[in-house]
């Protein structure tokens, strides 16, 4: 049985799939100029609404009243016009946002979750608002997250662009380690705890499927065809038809079908992108970019987990499209992209043209397998595709290698499954043995796995020295902080002497800042 979670992820509030999200103002209704710039028609659906209970300080939060609903629901939640004087002063907001967007929530259509996912941003930091107190500030929000997830029943997802306090929201909520977790098992928190050893080394590598988009309202492979013959405005009866051939067959028949109506106005490819390419990203591809890797790979056409990564601040060069652009970490993408509609590999016949044309695997990431971890993700283990994967990857890696090269992460228990593929691969599935999860509850248990290991695989301590994060420190803490910028004040500007530079690189990941006055 799920309960609701609070997750912690790097990205961009706006390009996140939820049910409602966070939007910040004051009761002058001021918004900071990236959302004004972001959503231009902001400022006039505001103004045609009555704003006068928030511009009277009556209420807190509000939800926008004709926002588009296939659309996350802003709810406009307001900090103090005097700006933060006392952290507390953002708690009773905060739990308005949570309350108003229950409400607003009932009348609108939802993602198909245990629970709806509300999204929120660092709260009460922006416009100076609050900027003395990040760290004091972090403690509330997070804590009274926990709170209204637990007595609202929503799912919480903490979205931040600033890798400080990503960081100390990572540090923070181990503090609400039975909060936190409590949806995994013992056997899972173990096993989250052994990638997440391999992780923090970065010998991990995301091997992602079609499970991983679907958490974007993507669809599975199935679901795919479905669209393309509806779109293709194929033959009815044409499913039940092709119901009991594999999936590459299918796409084979339905394309040649397509390809043979000569009034049709796009191409086969342009149908499949549209299906796939949707703009927003789910949790799955959030927190997987979110892990400490330079390597992934992928079976799927959208740009989700590029686009996560981006807005994680950790872009990827994607192989083979943008080889040229190397940026230090790399996507695989092995069966093409939507940004290149002859690469995508569908049909059984494509399936021959690629591994007749080129490996599936190229010789660099054939050398990467041999001293890192797959950990496959979004893959069904009787799935056509994660056959054709693994009879590759075992191809790449030497006999005496091949034993656990890689962990499954799947929805159910599988007995058959696992005695096919012991001493090979280790399968994890999120359910228990005699549990009955439905899918929908096993992908949100999935989804805190991820979320757990990405908080288990960061060591990061980028908000150590950041201005404007002693706030919260422990006593011990703040007594080292304030040492490590006394050195640093009084060492700054030691140009060309090599061990100052050294020390220089490993005080500034930790967040020091030269160019800032520091107080004490």
Not at 35 to 47: K, Q, S
Not at 158 to 187: G, I, M
Not at 244 to 264: F, H, M, W
Not at 487 to 495: F, M, P, V, Y
Request: hydrophobic fraction near 45%; charge should be negative; include cysteine.
């Amino acid at each position: 049985m799920s309960t609701p979670h609070v997750f912690v992820t790097m990205g961009n509030l706006l390009n996140v799939r939820c049910d409602a999200w966070l939007l910040p103002t004051d009761s002058s209704l001021t918004f900071n100029p990236y959302w004004t710039t972001a959503m231009p028609h902001l400022v006039e659906l505001v103004a045609a609404q009555d704003m006068s209970s928030v511009e009277a300080g009556m209420q807190l939060a509000v939800a926008l009243d004709d926002w588009p609903v296939e659309d996350p629901l802003p709810v406009l939640t307001t900090v103090p016009l005097h700006g933060v004087r006392d952290p507390e002063e953002l708690r009773p907001r905060f739990r308005n946002f949570f309350d108003e967007s229950v409400r607003a929530l009932k009348h609108r259509s939802l993602l198909d979750r245990p629970f709806p996912l509300l999204a929120v941003p660092f709260f009460g930091t922006g416009l100076g608002a609050g900027n003395i107190y990040r760290g004091d500030i972090l403690r509330v929000l997070l804590s009274e997250a926990h709170e209204a997830a637990r007595a609202l029943l929503v799912d919480v997802v903490f979205v931040f662009q600033d890798q400080a306090a990503y960081a100390l929201a990572q540090q923070q909520r181990k503090e609400f380690t039975v909060q936190s977790w409590e949806n995994l098992s013992p056997r899972l928190q173990d096993l989250v705890h052994a990638l997440a050893n391999r992780a923090a080394q970065g010998h991990v590598v995301p091997f992602m499927g079609a499970g991983v988009s679907v958490s974007a309202g993507a669809p599975d492979w199935q679901g795919l065809l479905n669209i393309v013959m509806s779109k293709g405005q194929l033959p009815e009866g044409l499913h039940e038809s092709l119901k009991n051939l594999p999936v590459l067959d299918q796409a084979g028949i339905i394309k040649s079908l397509y390809e043979s109506d000569p009034t049709r106005q796009k191409s086969f490819g342009e149908l499949v992108a549209e299906a796939v390419d949707v703009d927003r990203y789910g949790l799955a591809p959030a927190l997987l970019a979110a892990l400490p890797t330079d390597a992934a790979i992928t079976l799927n056409y959208d740009r989700l987990f590029e686009l996560a990564a981006s807005d994680a601040g950790s872009p990827r060069t994607v192989i083979p499209d943008d080889i040229s652009a190397n940026t230090g970490r790399w996507l695989l993408k092995l069966h093409g992209s939507v940004t290149n509609l002859g690469s995508i590999v569908l049909t059984r016949e494509d399936y021959l043209g690629y591994n007749t044309n080129r490996d599936a695997l190229s010789s660099m990431v054939k050398a990467h397998l041999l001293t890192h971890h797959l950990l496959f993700v979004g893959f069904g283990l009787t799935d056509t595709h994660f056959h054709e994967i693994i009879f590759d990857v075992r191809r790449a890696i030497p006999l005496d290698q091949q034993k656990h090269f890689g962990t499954v992460l799947t929805l159910s228990y599988d007995e058959m499954q696992n005695k096919i593929w012991n001493g090979q691969l280790d399968i994890v599935p999120m359910s228990e043995a005699g549990e009955a999860l439905s899918i929908p509850e096993a992908a949100h248990r999935l989804e805190i796995f991820l979320d757990m290991l990405a908080a288990c695989s960061s060591d990061s301590h980028a908000f150590f020295l950041a201005p404007h994060y002693s706030g919260g420190m422990s006593a011990d803490d703040l007594k080292l902080r304030n040492q490590l910028l006394d050195l640093a004040e009084a060492n700054k500007g030691q140009i060309g002497q090599a061990a100052w530079q050294v020390l220089e690189v490993s005080l500034k990941a930790m967040g020091w800042d030269p160019h800032h006055p520091y107080t004490r």
